[in-house]
């Protein structure tokens, strides 16, 4: 079984800066690319961040030089820090990730975490 759970949510002025953390526990044999995305009510999910190993990373123009990704393969987390936070950032933000168990290779999600960015 494996469980991706988001923290780091929350309610933060315009400008300001939160911390997001998705970490991924079960029977994991590996975990190839994992992926931020946000959705708002009415709209697709986004795709805000991905990551592959620790060095290849792409970002949506909308976030680019404000937030960035990052993993520790040891702790089995991803992070995304989010700075100059504006009101559009207002969000549900999904943590998802490719892994490989014994049963093999599929996407999970985790619950979701809300950020909402005041004016």
């Known amino acids: 079984q494996v469980q991706l759970v988001e923290s780091g949510g929350g309610l933060v002025r315009a400008g300001g800066s939160l911390r997001l953390s998705c970490a991924a526990s079960?029977?994991?044999?590996?975990?190839?690319?994992i992926n931020w995305y946000r959705q708002t009510p009415g709209k697709q999910r986004e795709l805000v961040a991905a990551?592959?190993?620790?060095?290849?990373?792409n970002y949506a123009d909308s976030v680019k030089g404000r937030f960035t990704i990052t993993r520790d393969n040891a702790k089995g987390t991803v992070y995304l820090q989010m700075n100059s936070l504006k009101p559009d950032d207002t969000a549900v933000y999904y943590c998802?990730?490719?892994?490989?168990?014994?049963?093999?290779?599929?996407?999970?999600w985790g619950q979701g975490t809300q950020v909402t960015v005041s004016s």
């Open positions: 079960g029977s994991i044999l590996s975990i190839d690319a």
């Open positions: 990551i592959v190993d620790t060095a290849i990373t």
């Open positions: 998802n990730a490719f892994i490989h168990t014994l049963q093999g290779r599929k996407y999970y």
